[in-house]
């Protein structure tokens, strides 16, 4: 069992920064986050390797040079930072963990980035 924490999200104007987090509980091999905007469907964003056998990040390319994964392991925990947020990048944010038996997924926080 993977219990994820996520928070963060909020309202911003374009070209400013957000700092997403998710606190997990339990071992992970990948976390990261999808995001899902009214009438599209849920995108990958990014994600990140636990570091036990690849440490490695990879990015969907809508959002590579803007935002950057990163991971506190002391924390048991992952970090999305956000930068020059464009009003394409409002949505739904999930956080979600790989483990060798199923996907977790956190409760979700909205991203709003006005014009």
């Known amino acids: 069992q993977v219990q994820l924490v996520e928070s963060g999200g909020g309202l911003v104007q374009a070209g400013g920064s957000l700092r997403l987090s998710c606190a997990a509980s339990?071992?992970?091999?990948?976390m990261g986050w999808y995001r899902q905007a009214p009438g599209k469907q849920r995108e990958f964003v990014a994600g990140?390797?636990?570091?036990?056998?690849?440490?490695?990040?990879n990015y969907a390319d809508s959002v590579k040079g803007r935002f950057a994964i990163s991971r506190d392991n002391t924390k048991n925990t992952v970090y999305l930072q956000m930068n020059s947020l464009k009003p394409e990048d409002t949505a739904a944010y999930s956080c979600?963990?790989?483990?060798?038996?199923?996907?977790?997924w956190g409760q979700g926080t909205q991203v709003t980035v006005s014009s």
């Open positions: 339990g071992s992970w091999n990948v």
């Open positions: 990140i390797d636990s570091g036990i056998s690849v440490d490695s990040t």
């Open positions: 979600y963990a790989v483990t060798v038996n199923r996907v977790y």
